[in-house]
């Protein structure tokens, strides 16, 4: 079995999906066959998957909840806190990666309901769209964060960071600047400000 586990995971990572289906299905891991089947674009067999086992698979409950969300519609059950922190982020990363586009529109496009469920639902989009280069997009989610919470030193980072990959230099320098104000021990901001500032130097320079 746990060979089996272990060359299962293998193929998912190569993303050999089909591959993994066959022997999930075979250990009888419905949430993880449930999600290579949505993976291979087959939302009728996820959905099977994930229905036989959501009596006892809390993940699988999350996995049907993204199937109403990807169709545009609100989950039939409540989104757990806890479970949108947890698989958010990997969704959207998992959709982007495989070029689910519009998918991932689709979940972007329930972010309120998301953020009903867990208020930091806006900077885990951000956080997934920056990872994939969706730099822009990720700028007016990190905004849609701190609209509600001016305080939280990741997003402003992860602003930061956008800024800097779009060419923005002053901008991703204030709000690096920011963070350090907020927590002038936060390792990552110490690190990107040093980078920022070699950056501008550099420019002045030339």
Known sequence: MTSQIKLAKDYFYQRKYKEALEIFDEIQDYYSAGLCSLLLKDKSKAFEYWKKSCSYSPASVWGLA???????????????????????????????????????????????????ANPESYKFIARALYSNGYFDLAITFCKKTLKLYYCDPEAFLILSQCYYLIGNLGEALDCVNRVNAMVDDYFPAIVFRQILKEEIKKKHEL
């Open 66 to 116: 993204v199937l109403d969300l990807i169709n545009l519609k609100v989950p039939k059950k409540n989104l757990s806190f806890f479970q949108t922190r947890a698989q958010l982020e990997i969704y959207i990363n998992l959709f982007l990666e495989n070029g689910l586009i519009e998918w991932t529109q689709n979940i972007v496009s329930m972010c309120d309901i998301l953020h009903q």
